[in-house]
């Protein structure tokens, strides 16, 4: 009997794919969708930049662990998670002791091309408020990524997105949770 899947938990560095894959695997599977980013934006009522500029990230860090407190009491429902937010011992746990941990895989350098347009990503961007170069933020990436990795690693499922379309991805995540779990619609 495949064991039931309440919760699916997305990890993986900052331009993973997380929330926008996320989102359409739970349009896909009926499930619904937390974005746990925007979460903490909505109860702080400002955007994570200025979270992290005006109280510094250990304060976000503790809103990010009540919120994923908070969002992990729903059933049925795929979480994109924060990149940093397995770090906390106690976040990777409660995700894996509450649902499905799926680390989104991808290279430094696929990763570099998708995060090098944004301004959003307030670790990523600057160092002490300094905005660094191309080959500053490349080597940054490579630094956490190396960091991360293991505690990434420690995921349920591992699965790796580089060479594949947004849409490949969603295929190919679900066919995997559809062939080793049950998706169950059914509240228990
Ligand atoms: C962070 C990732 C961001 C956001 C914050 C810190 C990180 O989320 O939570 O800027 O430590 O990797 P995304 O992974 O959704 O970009």
């Not at 944004?118 to 961007?125: I, S, V």
Request: hydrophobic residues 35%.
């Amino acid at each position: 009997m495949p064991q039931k899947i309440s919760r699916i938990y997305l990890t993986g560095f900052m331009g993973s794919g997380k929330s926008s894959l996320g989102c359409i695997l739970a349009n896909t599977i009926g499930y619904g969708f937390y974005d746990l980013d925007k979460e903490i934006e909505n109860s702080a009522n400002k955007k994570i930049t200025d979270i992290f500029k005006d109280s510094g990230e250990s304060y976000f860090r503790d809103l990010e662990a009540e919120t994923l407190v908070k969002v992990s009491k729903s059933s049925h429902i795929v979480v994109a998670l924060g990149g940093g937010a397995v770090l906390r011992k106690s976040n990777l746990d409660l995700t894996k002791s509450t649902g499905k941990l799926v680390y989104l895989r991808s290279s430094a350098s696929e990763l570099y091309n998708r995060l090098k347009f944004k301004t959003d990503r307030p670790l990523f961007q600057t160092v002490d408020n300094v905005i660094i170069s191309e080959e500053e933020a490349l080597n940054k990436i490579k630094l956490m990524m190396a960091e991360r990795e293991p505690i990434y690693n420690q995921a349920d499922i591992v699965f790796d997105t580089d060479n594949k379309t947004l849409g490949m991805s969603v295929d190919s995540l679900k066919n995997y949770l559809e062939k080793h779990f049950e998706i169950s619609y059914e509240k228990n």
